[in-house]
C-alpha cells in the first residue's frame, strides 16, 4: 500500500513504529511538505510552507529511503489552501527535487483557479519530470478533461509522466474516463484512493476499481500489469511480479462474467459484464482468504457535486 500526502515531517513519527514493526502489509508514503496538512484543523492547513519545513521534509525523506518513496501536495481552496497555487507547488517540487523523489500533484478543480494565482492542471503537466504523477486524472471536476488538457497528458505522457486514477470518494467519473481513453489517454497507474469515505462504496477495494478498467476497454493483460509492475517501477521496488528472485507474495483473482452494477464517485452507474473478486492472498508464505467490501452487506452511500458525502453506512438488516 501506498499513503499519499497524510504524513509530513511532524505526523511521521506517529506511525513510524507501526510501519517498521507490523508484518502483514508492506506501507510505503508520499511525504506531504506541510507540516499539519493531514490534520483536521483549518488553520493548519492554510499555514505556508516555511523554508525550515522543507529543511525538516528534506532531512527525512533521507533517512528514511526505505519507506518515503515520494512527495505529495494537494493544491485545492477545499483543503483551505487560500494561497496555494503556484508557491505551494515550487515548495513541493523543491523538496522533490533535493531529496531525489518524484512529485506526486492532486488535481485542481476549474473553478479554483481564482484561488490558486491563475495556476492551471496545464502548468502543472509542463512542470512534471519522468516518474512525476498526476493523481485523480480522471476527475469529473479536476481531472484532464475536465481543464481540456488531454494534449498536455498525451505529451507528459510521452515524457514519462505517470496518470494515476485515484478513484476514491470524488474522484473517478465514467464520462471524464470514457472521453479520455477514447483519444488514447490511458491511465499508468489503477488505484484506489481508498479511505474511510471509499471502502464502503463507490470503491470498495481494488479488484473493483480493475474491474471498471476492464468494462472501459482495458484488456486484462493491462488492467494486471497497472495494478502491479507500473506502481512497483514507480516506487523502485522490486514487487508486482514474478520473476526469479524477486518477492513471491501473490493474490488470487476470480473473473466473472454476469451483470454487475458499478457506480463512479459521482454515482453514475455502468453494468459491467466482467467483474474481478479476490479469492486468497498469500503474504510472505502465508494464504489468507480474501473477500471483497462489495459483499459486506453495506447500504448504498449518497452523493453530492462530486464529493462523497459518506456519513454513517448502516449494514443491511
Same mark, same amino acid.
Given at each position: 500500500?501506498?499513503?499519499?500526502?497524510?504524513?509530513?515531517?511532524?505526523?511521521?513519527?506517529?506511525?513510524?513504529?507501526?510501519?517498521?514493526?507490523?508484518?502483514?502489509?508492506?506501507?510505503?508514503?508520499?511525504?506531504?511538505?506541510?507540516?499539519?496538512?493531514?490534520?483536521?484543523?483549518?488553520?493548519?492547513?492554510?499555514?505556508?510552507?516555511?523554508?525550515?519545513?522543507?529543511?525538516?521534509?528534506?532531512?527525512?525523506?533521507?533517512?528514511?529511503?526505505?519507506?518515503?518513496?515520494?512527495?505529495?501536495?494537494?493544491?485545492?481552496?477545499?483543503?483551505?489552501?487560500?494561497?496555494?497555487?503556484?508557491?505551494?507547488?515550487?515548495?513541493?517540487?523543491?523538496?522533490?527535487?533535493?531529496?531525489?523523489?518524484?512529485?506526486?500533484?492532486?488535481?485542481?478543480?476549474?473553478?479554483?483557479?481564482?484561488?490558486?494565482?491563475?495556476?492551471?492542471?496545464?502548468?502543472?503537466?509542463?512542470?512534471?519530470?519522468?516518474?512525476?504523477?498526476?493523481?485523480?486524472?480522471? *476527475?469529473?471536476?479536476? +481531472?484532464?478533461?475536465? @481543464? /481540456? %488538457?488531454?494534449? !498536455? #497528458?498525451?505529451?507528459?505522457?510521452?515524457?514519462?509522466? $505517470?496518470?494515476?486514477? *485515484?478513484?476514491?470518494? +470524488?474522484?473517478?467519473? @465514467? /464520462? %471524464?474516463?470514457? !472521453? #479520455?481513453?477514447?483519444?488514447?489517454?490511458?491511465?499508468? $497507474?489503477?488505484?484506489?484512493?481508498?479511505?474511510?469515505?471509499?471502502?464502503?462504496?463507490?470503491?470498495?477495494?481494488?479488484?473493483?476499481?480493475?474491474?471498471?478498467?476492464?468494462?472501459?476497454?482495458?484488456?486484462?493483460?493491462?488492467?494486471?500489469?497497472?495494478?502491479?509492475?507500473?506502481?512497483?517501477?514507480?516506487?523502485?521496488?522490486?514487487?508486482?511480479?514474478?520473476?526469479?528472485?524477486?518477492?513471491?507474495?501473490?493474490?488470487?483473482?476470480?473473473?466473472?462474467?454476469?451483470?454487475?452494477?458499478?457506480?463512479?464517485?459521482?454515482?453514475?452507474?455502468?453494468?459491467?459484464?466482467?467483474?474481478?473478486?479476490?479469492?486468497?492472498?498469500?503474504?510472505?508464505?502465508?494464504?489468507?482468504?480474501?473477500?471483497?467490501?462489495?459483499?459486506?452487506?453495506?447500504?448504498?452511500?449518497?452523493?453530492?457535486?462530486?464529493?462523497?458525502?459518506?456519513?454513517?453506512?448502516?449494514?443491511?438488516?
Amino acid at each position: 500500500m501506498v499513503d499519499v500526502g497524510s504524513y509530513s515531517y511532524k505526523t511521521f513519527p506517529l506511525v513510524e513504529s507501526y510501519l517498521r514493526n507490523q508484518q502483514w502489509l508492506k506501507v510505503f508514503i508520499y511525504l506531504n511538505p506541510c507540516p499539519y496538512e493531514g490534520s483536521t484543523s483549518e488553520t493548519d492547513y492554510s499555514k505556508d510552507i516555511k523554508e525550515s519545513d522543507l529543511e525538516a521534509g528534506l532531512n527525512l525523506c533521507l533517512r528514511k529511503p526505505d519507506i518515503i518513496k515520494g512527495v505529495k501536495t494537494m493544491l485545492s481552496r477545499r483543503m483551505w489552501h487560500p494561497h496555494s497555487g503556484r508557491g505551494r507547488f515550487e515548495a513541493a517540487r523543491r523538496l522533490s527535487d533535493e531529496a531525489g523523489l518524484p512529485l506526486m500533484v492532486h488535481g485542481i478543480r476549474v473553478e479554483e483557479t481564482k484561488y490558486l494565482d491563475g495556476f492551471t492542471l496545464q502548468d502543472i503537466l509542463a512542470a512534471f519530470r519522468a516518474g512525476d504523477v498526476l493523481t485523480h486524472c480522471y *476527475g469529473k471536476y479536476k +481531472g484532464i478533461t475536465a @481543464w /481540456d %488538457a488531454i494534449d !498536455e #497528458a498525451k505529451d507528459a505522457l510521452k515524457r514519462g509522466v $505517470i496518470l494515476d486514477v *485515484g478513484h476514491g470518494a +470524488g474522484s473517478f467519473s @465514467w /464520462d %471524464a474516463a470514457e !472521453e #479520455a481513453l477514447s483519444v488514447g489517454v490511458k491511465p499508468t $497507474i489503477i488505484s484506489t484512493d481508498l479511505h474511510e469515505k471509499a471502502y464502503r462504496g463507490p470503491v470498495y477495494d481494488l479488484p473493483t476499481t480493475m474491474s471498471k478498467f476492464l468494462h472501459l476497454g482495458l484488456s486484462l493483460s493491462e488492467v494486471v500489469e497497472k495494478t502491479t509492475v507500473e506502481p512497483a517501477k514507480a516506487l523502485g521496488e522490486d514487487l508486482g511480479s514474478f520473476r526469479p528472485g524477486s518477492v513471491g507474495d501473490a493474490c488470487v483473482i476470480k473473473l466473472e462474467e454476469g451483470k454487475y452494477p458499478l457506480h463512479d464517485s459521482y454515482g453514475e452507474e455502468r453494468v459491467c459484464e466482467k467483474l474481478l473478486t479476490p479469492v486468497v492472498a498469500i503474504k510472505s508464505g502465508v494464504v489468507h482468504l480474501a473477500g471483497s467490501w462489495r459483499n459486506a452487506g453495506w447500504t448504498d452511500i449518497s452523493y453530492d457535486k462530486g464529493f462523497h458525502l459518506g456519513g454513517q453506512a448502516m449494514p443491511k438488516k
